[in-house]
């Protein structure tokens, strides 16, 4: 594994896995265009290091943004390797011992275990070769990201917050966005879920100052640790010994008692008092692709900054994906598999959370089954476990064909039984999930198709082309019908279509899904009509089933659409005046082949220039007939667009 962080920059030039962009460049809003338009390319892209920010630190992003880069970061040829290692320990750690021999034999594993565990040493590490305290300790020094043209302001987007539980004494390493306030203040972005949350309102109640250092940099383990599901009250940095098979050493901070890996880059100390009011933060592009909005947290104060010489700021965007995080969440599945097979649910063979399901909105799981109702213990198991309880779809199989085989799944799909195959529920949500009824609640869907007899005749599709456009219906796309069942179909906002008496007075059958997006969705790309319609659509409020069709309303809810009360967030799309700017300046980066801004195909998602999408409308930007126009008439046929 690697000692620093520039170690690890290092490896990544030999391998080919990294631009350095030695021109000036704006860590407002210039970096994150640059770096979005570098992620979305083929594969992740590469790494870039911005060496020229204005400030004394480079600035790394997109270090983990790719199978290679992930696996490189954990210290294997493929993250593969790292699931053979963890069902080797828990085989090893659960298997039977019936004699003394065998006890014996455990010695040595044990030995390795006790190996991983951090420790702590004395004096300060290279993270405290400088140290500012006092005025001197300033968060401008540092060149702190403002990502996308509507955030609140500067984000630290890949912190490791450290925090103690005062009862237990057991250390949290978690990552929590941080919104610049001033030079010396910033917000502390922890969910009502998240342990650094329990931790606050455990001081609250004790009626203490609660002690917080953030690390930035270091061994990229200690940043993939942060992100991880790791159970609550077990130590981040066993995961990254574990993955270094080495263990991190800890030094005692300068002005609190929390201890932090020796070899980071850049620790920023500090506290939050739970005694202040909270402050506004937000808003912020997140990982949702959409604006997480304005809402209170806690407030977080710098009493120290300390840095190695040499060192470089870690930074990650997040929008519309796919982004970086999309391979570290790639990396979890495969890593955690094994602990949720021999902790909770042996019967799991796999689990894929799609990227465009943005981590957690979707997940397919495939089980052996023994006995009637399997799927539903497996789904209602994995709905309690960690942050598995932000899933709102989740399909459950039994075919043992791999997770990932898209041809497979949609067989499965279009042979499940409706209703008889579904199971509807509500539970905890993600606090960004914009489409949940309330804040933190809403719906969820399972899918089981453990059942499904693929040697079933399936019904014959019928549809009309073209389709007689009504109640509210401009546009539909076949391109789905045959392989899924699936119709799309997109309306104009403020309209209120009956989807079903549309469907009879065409006489479809044989269609088992119907899906209804806002007309300026494009349907010839599937990845964005999945993220779409995982994002804006809750299976409680959204979801209705009529004679055997299952119809999602995944249109904005802006206005209140289905009765829905909150503010609805924009998408999140870069500024023209940024995209000309990069456009213009493109040859000096040095980046090789000019490539488009995403922001030009997603900035037809917005609506106004905030945010949030006006509550009211109408909503400013392409009218039906420009849309419908430019579709090209009212229909999309698979043979004309087979790609679709």
Same mark, same amino acid.
């Not at 039977?96 to 275990?113: A, H, N, S, T, V």
């Not at 209120?496 to 044989?510: H, Q, S, W, Y």
């Given at each position: 594994?690697?000692?620093?962080?520039?170690?690890?920059?290092?490896?990544?030039?030999?391998?080919?896995?990294?631009?350095?962009?030695?021109?000036?460049?704006?860590?407002?809003?210039?970096?994150?265009?640059?770096?979005?338009?570098?992620?979305? $390319?083929?594969?992740?892209?590469?790494?870039?290091?911005?060496?020229?920010?204005?400030?004394?630190?480079?600035?790394?992003?997109?270090?983990?943004?790719?199978?290679?880069?992930?696996?490189?970061?954990?210290?294997?040829? !493929?993250?593969?390797?790292?699931?053979?290692?963890?069902?080797?320990?828990?085989?090893?750690?659960?298997?039977?011992?019936?004699?003394?021999?065998?006890?014996?034999?455990?010695?040595?594993?044990?030995?390795?275990?006790?190996?991983?565990?951090?420790?702590?040493?004395?004096?300060?590490?290279?993270?405290?070769?400088?140290?500012?305290?006092?005025?001197?300790?300033?968060?401008?020094?540092?060149?702190?990201?403002?990502?996308?043209?509507?955030?609140?302001?500067?984000?630290?987007?890949?912190?490791?917050?450290?925090?103690?539980?005062?009862?237990?004494?057991?250390?949290?390493?978690?990552?929590?966005?941080?919104?610049?306030?001033?030079?010396?203040?910033?917000?502390?972005?922890?969910?009502?879920?998240?342990?650094?949350?329990?931790?606050?309102?455990?001081?609250?109640?004790?009626?203490?100052?609660?002690?917080?250092?953030?690390?930035?940099?270091?061994?990229?383990?200690?940043?993939?640790?942060?992100?991880?599901?790791?159970?609550?009250?077990?130590?981040?940095?066993?995961?990254?010994?574990?993955?270094?098979?080495?263990?991190?050493?800890?030094?005692?901070?300068?002005?609190?008692?929390?201890?932090?890996?020796?070899?980071?880059?850049?620790?920023?100390?500090?506290?939050?008092?739970?005694?202040?009011?909270?402050?506004?933060?937000?808003?912020?592009?997140?990982?949702?692709?959409?604006?997480?909005?304005?809402?209170?947290?806690?407030?977080?104060?710098?009493?120290?900054?300390?840095?190695?010489?040499?060192?470089?700021?870690?930074?990650?965007?997040?929008?519309?994906?796919?982004?970086?995080?999309?391979?570290?969440?790639?990396?979890?599945?495969?890593?955690?598999?094994?602990?949720?097979?021999?902790?909770?649910?042996?019967?799991?063979?796999?689990?894929?959370?799609?990227?465009?399901?943005?981590?957690?909105?979707?997940?397919?799981?495939?089980?052996?089954?023994?006995?009637?109702?399997?799927?539903?213990?497996?789904?209602?198991?994995?709905?309690?476990?960690?942050?598995?309880?932000?899933?709102?779809?989740?399909?459950?199989?039994?075919?043992?064909?791999?997770?990932?085989?898209?041809?497979?799944?949609?067989?499965?799909?279009?042979?499940?039984?409706?209703?008889?195959?579904?199971?509807?529920?509500?539970?905890?949500?993600?606090?960004?999930?914009?489409?949940?009824?309330?804040?933190?609640?809403?719906?969820?869907?399972?899918?089981?198709?453990?059942?499904?007899?693929?040697?079933?005749?399936?019904?014959?599709?019928?549809?009309?082309?073209?389709?007689?456009?009504?109640?509210?219906?401009?546009?539909?796309?076949?391109?789905?019908?045959?392989?899924?069942?699936?119709?799309?179909?997109?309306?104009?906002?403020?309209?209120?279509?009956?989807?079903?008496?549309?469907?009879?007075?065409?006489?479809?059958?044989?269609?088992?899904?119907?899906?209804?997006?806002?007309?300026?969705?494009?349907?010839?790309?599937?990845?964005?009509?999945?993220?779409?319609? $995982?994002?804006?659509?809750?299976?409680?409020?959204?979801?209705?089933?009529?004679?055997?069709?299952?119809?999602?309303?995944?249109?904005?809810?802006?206005?209140?659409?289905?009765?829905? !009360?909150?503010?609805?967030?924009?998408?999140?799309?870069? $500024?023209?005046?940024?995209?000309?700017?990069?456009?213009?300046r493109w040859n000096e980066y040095g980046l090789g082949k000019f490539m488009l801004s995403p922001s030009l195909h997603? !900035?037809?998602?917005?609506?106004?220039?905030?945010?949030?999408?006006?509550?009211?409308?109408?909503?400013?930007?392409?009218?039906?007939?420009?849309?419908?126009?430019?579709?090209?008439? !009212?229909?999309?046929?698979?043979?004309?667009?087979?790609?679709?």
């Amino acid at each position: 594994m690697y000692k620093t962080l520039s170690e690890y920059i290092a490896a990544l030039e030999r391998a080919g896995e990294l631009v350095r962009v030695n021109v000036p460049v704006d860590p407002v809003l210039e970096i994150a265009e640059l770096t979005d338009r570098e992620a979305k $390319s083929p594969g992740g892209g590469r790494a870039l290091l911005f060496e020229n920010t204005g400030t004394p630190f480079p600035v790394l992003t997109n270090m983990m943004g790719s199978d290679r880069r992930i696996a490189m970061a954990l210290g294997v040829e !493929s993250v593969d390797l790292l699931t053979g290692r963890i069902e080797e320990l828990f085989a090893a750690l659960t298997s039977p011992r019936p004699d003394l021999f065998d006890k014996l034999r455990m010695l040595p594993l044990l030995g390795r275990m006790s190996r991983w565990l951090p420790r702590e040493v004395k004096g300060r590490g290279v993270c405290q070769q400088v140290v500012l305290q006092g005025d001197a300790a300033r968060l401008d020094l540092l060149p702190v990201l403002k990502c996308w043209p509507q955030d609140g302001g500067r984000f630290v987007t890949l912190p490791l917050v450290h925090t103690l539980d005062p009862d237990t004494g057991v250390r949290n390493v978690g990552m929590y966005r941080m919104q610049l306030f001033s030079p010396q203040t910033t917000g502390m972005h922890w969910h009502l879920h998240k342990t650094g949350e329990r931790h606050y309102r455990t001081y609250q109640r004790l009626g203490k100052r609660m002690p917080v250092t953030v690390c930035l940099g270091g061994d990229p383990a200690y940043t993939y640790a942060a992100t991880a599901p790791m159970p609550d009250n077990m130590d981040e940095y066993l995961l990254a010994g574990f993955l270094r098979e080495r263990p991190v050493e800890l030094v005692k901070c300068v002005t609190n008692d929390l201890r932090v890996p020796a070899d980071c880059d850049i620790v920023i100390e500090g506290y939050v008092d739970p005694s202040e009011e909270k402050v506004i933060e937000g808003p912020f592009g997140d990982h949702t692709g959409f604006y997480s909005l304005e809402d209170y947290y806690p407030l977080f104060h710098v009493t120290a900054i300390t840095h190695r010489r040499g060192a470089v700021y870690p930074a990650t965007i997040v929008g519309v994906p796919p982004q970086e995080d999309a391979y570290i969440a790639k990396a979890t599945e495969k890593i955690f598999l094994a602990p949720i097979r021999a902790a909770m649910l042996p019967e799991v063979r796999d689990l894929w959370m799609p990227e465009a399901g943005v981590a957690h909105n979707i997940a397919v799981v495939d089980i052996r089954t023994d006995y009637a109702g399997q799927a539903l213990k497996a789904a209602s198991s994995l709905w309690g476990a960690g942050q598995m309880m932000f899933n709102k779809f989740m399909v459950v199989t039994a075919s043992g064909r791999p997770v990932r085989d898209v041809a497979a799944l949609a067989d499965l799909l279009r042979r499940i039984r409706i209703p008889d195959d579904l199971m509807f529920s509500r539970g905890p949500l993600d606090v960004l999930d914009h489409a949940a009824p309330e804040t933190g609640l809403g719906g969820k869907l399972m899918f089981d198709a453990t059942g499904v007899d693929p040697a079933a005749p399936l019904e014959t599709v019928q549809l009309p082309f073209p389709f007689e456009l009504s109640d509210g219906i401009v546009r539909v796309d076949y391109a789905l019908s045959e392989s899924w069942r699936v119709l799309l179909l997109s309306a104009p906002r403020g309209v209120r279509p009956d989807v079903f008496a549309f469907l009879e007075k065409n006489r479809v059958e044989g269609i088992k899904y119907v899906i209804l997006l806002d007309e300026e969705v494009d349907t010839s790309r599937p990845g964005d009509v999945l993220w779409i319609a $995982s994002s804006d659509c809750d299976p409680s409020r959204d979801v209705t089933i009529r004679d055997g069709v299952v119809l999602f309303d995944c249109r904005s809810k802006a206005g209140g659409v289905n009765g829905f !009360s909150r503010r609805w967030p924009n998408v999140v799309a870069s $500024s023209p005046e940024t995209i000309a700017r990069v456009d213009g300046r493109w040859n000096e980066y040095g980046l090789g082949k000019f490539m488009l801004s995403p922001s030009l195909h997603y !900035s037809r998602l917005q609506y106004g220039e905030e945010a949030a999408v006006p509550a009211g409308g109408p909503f400013p930007g392409k009218t039906t007939e420009d849309t419908h126009a430019e579709s090209g008439g !009212s229909c999309r046929n698979p043979k004309q667009n087979p790609s679709g």
